[in-house]
C-alpha cells in the first residue's frame, strides 16, 4: 500500500510537459504570469481595448464606417499606427466625406489594387500590415474575408486565423459587419444581430453595436453586446448617442451627444416589428435558450417571450 501511495504521489507531483501544439503548465504557473502582465490598455473608450479582436456591427447606411475612421483616427492620434483597410470607399466617395487631409502621420489607408488578382485577401492583409508596421488594424468590412459567414466551419475557421494573427503580431483587429434587414430599428440590438454564423460571436472579443434612432436619423446609439475584459458600461439602459455632424474643415464624423435609453430610441412596434420579434423568439427557442436567456437577449421581459410562445402553439 506505501509503494501504491508513493507512486500516487509521484504521479501528482510529475511536472507538466508541453506537446507540439499546446504549452502546458499548472494553474499556479500561469496565474503567477497574468500578474506580471501590463494593465489593459484602452485605446477608445468602450469601443476599443490594445490585443483585442472587435467587431462593430450595425444596419447598412447608418454611418458605420464614418464612426470606424474617427475610431481610427482617434487612435492614431495618441501615436498607434493605425491601418484601415478599406473594401467599402472609392477614392471620389473618400473625398465627398473628408474635405480636409489633416488626418495624423499615423493613420494608413490601404485598398485592394485592381491590377493584381488576390487568392488569399487574410494574406494581403497580413503581408500589408507587417510591412507598415501596422500595430491596429481596421478591415471594413469582414464579407472581403470570406463569402460564407453563415456557414459554422468557414466562419470558425476565419475568426480562428484572424485570432491567430493578433496574437502573432500583438496587433489589435477591429472588423466591421452588418445585420440582417430585420434589425431595422425595432428591435434592440444583441450578438443575434452580427450577420453570419454564431461562431463569429462566439470567438470575437469585443462586439459594438450601432443603432439608428427612430426619432432623429441623424443620430446613432453605440450598445456594447460582448466586452470580455471588463464590465460593460454601455448597455440596454445606458447606451451613447452620437450625431453626425461636419466639423470645422467639413469632414464628417459623429459627435457625442448623451447617454439615452435603447428602448426609448426603438422604432414603435408594428405589426411587422411584432411578427419580426415573433420570429426572433422562435428562433432562440428552436436553439434551445431557456425564456430568460431569450428576455435577456432581446431586451424584453421573460413574462412576453412567454406570451409570444404560448400564443405561437395555441
Same mark, same amino acid.
Given at each position: 500500500?506505501?509503494?501504491?501511495?508513493?507512486?500516487?504521489?509521484?504521479?501528482?507531483?510529475?511536472?507538466?510537459?508541453?506537446?507540439?501544439?499546446?504549452?502546458?503548465?499548472?494553474?499556479?504557473?500561469?496565474?503567477?504570469?497574468?500578474?506580471?502582465?501590463?494593465?489593459?490598455?484602452?485605446?477608445?473608450?468602450?469601443?476599443?481595448?490594445?490585443?483585442?479582436?472587435?467587431?462593430?456591427?450595425?444596419?447598412?447606411?447608418?454611418?458605420?464606417?464614418?464612426?470606424?475612421?474617427?475610431?481610427?483616427?482617434?487612435?492614431?492620434?495618441?501615436?498607434?499606427?493605425?491601418?484601415?483597410?478599406?473594401?467599402?470607399?472609392?477614392?471620389?466617395?473618400?473625398?465627398?466625406?473628408?474635405?480636409?487631409?489633416?488626418?495624423?502621420?499615423?493613420?494608413?489607408?490601404?485598398?485592394?489594387?485592381?491590377?493584381?488578382?488576390?487568392?488569399?485577401?487574410?494574406? @494581403?492583409? =497580413?503581408?500589408? &500590415?507587417?510591412?507598415?508596421?501596422?500595430?491596429?488594424?481596421?478591415? #471594413?468590412?469582414?464579407?472581403? %474575408? $470570406?463569402?460564407?459567414?453563415?456557414?459554422?466551419?468557414?466562419?470558425?475557421?476565419?475568426?480562428?486565423?484572424?485570432?491567430?494573427?493578433?496574437?502573432?503580431?500583438?496587433?489589435?483587429?477591429?472588423?466591421?459587419?452588418?445585420?440582417?434587414?430585420?434589425?431595422?430599428?425595432?428591435?434592440?440590438?444583441?450578438?443575434?444581430?452580427?450577420?453570419?454564423?454564431?461562431?463569429?460571436?462566439?470567438?470575437?472579443?469585443?462586439?459594438?453595436?450601432?443603432?439608428?434612432?427612430?426619432?432623429?436619423?441623424?443620430?446613432?446609439?453605440?450598445?456594447?453586446?460582448?466586452?470580455?475584459?471588463? @464590465?460593460? =458600461?454601455?448597455? &440596454?439602459?445606458?447606451?451613447?448617442?452620437?450625431?453626425?455632424?461636419? #466639423?470645422?474643415?467639413?469632414? %464628417? $464624423?459623429?459627435?457625442?451627444?448623451?447617454?439615452?435609453?435603447?428602448?426609448?430610441?426603438?422604432?414603435?412596434?408594428?405589426?411587422?416589428?411584432?411578427?419580426?420579434?415573433?420570429?426572433?423568439?422562435?428562433?432562440?427557442?428552436?436553439?434551445?435558450?431557456?425564456?430568460?436567456?431569450?428576455?435577456?437577449?432581446?431586451?424584453?421581459?421573460?413574462?412576453?417571450?412567454?406570451?409570444?410562445?404560448?400564443?405561437?402553439?395555441?
Amino acid at each position: 500500500m506505501d509503494d501504491i501511495m508513493s507512486s500516487f504521489r509521484q504521479l501528482q507531483e510529475k511536472s507538466a510537459v508541453n506537446t507540439k501544439s499546446f504549452r502546458v503548465a499548472s494553474m499556479n504557473e500561469y496565474l503567477e504570469k497574468a500578474k506580471l502582465l501590463p494593465p489593459l490598455v484602452v485605446l477608445y473608450p468602450n469601443i476599443v481595448l490594445e490585443g483585442d479582436l472587435c467587431i462593430i456591427f450595425g444596419q447598412s447606411g447608418i454611418g458605420k464606417t464614418i464612426f470606424a475612421m474617427q475610431v481610427a483616427r482617434e487612435i492614431a492620434d495618441k501615436g498607434k499606427r493605425v491601418l484601415y483597410l478599406d473594401f467599402e470607399m472609392s477614392e471620389r466617395q473618400l473625398a465627398l466625406r473628408y474635405n480636409t487631409p489633416n488626418f495624423p502621420p499615423t493613420f494608413f489607408r490601404a485598398e485592394l489594387r485592381t491590377d493584381n488578382a488576390v487568392d488569399n485577401v487574410l494574406t @494581403e492583409i =497580413e503581408r500589408a &500590415a507587417v510591412e507598415n508596421h501596422a500595430e491596429v488594424l481596421f478591415i #471594413d468590412n469582414i464579407t472581403a %474575408l $470570406g463569402q460564407s459567414l453563415d456557414k459554422g466551419m468557414e466562419a470558425g475557421t476565419l475568426m480562428s486565423s484572424l485570432n491567430a494573427l493578433k496574437k502573432e503580431h500583438g496587433w489589435t483587429l477591429v472588423v466591421l459587419n452588418h445585420v440582417p434587414k430585420r434589425y431595422s430599428g425595432s428591435i434592440p440590438l444583441s450578438l443575434e444581430a452580427i450577420q453570419g454564423s454564431a461562431k463569429l460571436n462566439q470567438l470575437v472579443d469585443d462586439a459594438i453595436g450601432l443603432g439608428v434612432s427612430s426619432k432623429d436619423h441623424s443620430v446613432v446609439y453605440v450598445k456594447q453586446c460582448k466586452w470580455r475584459n471588463g @464590465e460593460m =458600461e454601455l448597455y &440596454a439602459d445606458h447606451v451613447a448617442l452620437y450625431e453626425r455632424t461636419k #466639423d470645422e474643415v467639413g469632414n %464628417l $464624423g459623429f459627435s457625442f451627444r448623451d447617454y439615452g435609453s435603447e428602448r426609448e430610441l426603438l422604432a414603435t412596434e408594428t405589426e411587422n416589428g411584432q411578427g419580426e420579434l415573433r420570429s426572433s423568439v422562435a428562433s432562440l427557442h428552436g436553439q434551445g435558450y431557456t425564456q430568460q436567456q431569450i428576455a435577456d437577449r432581446l431586451n424584453i421581459s421573460q413574462s412576453k417571450v412567454s406570451r409570444i410562445l404560448k400564443s405561437q402553439m395555441a
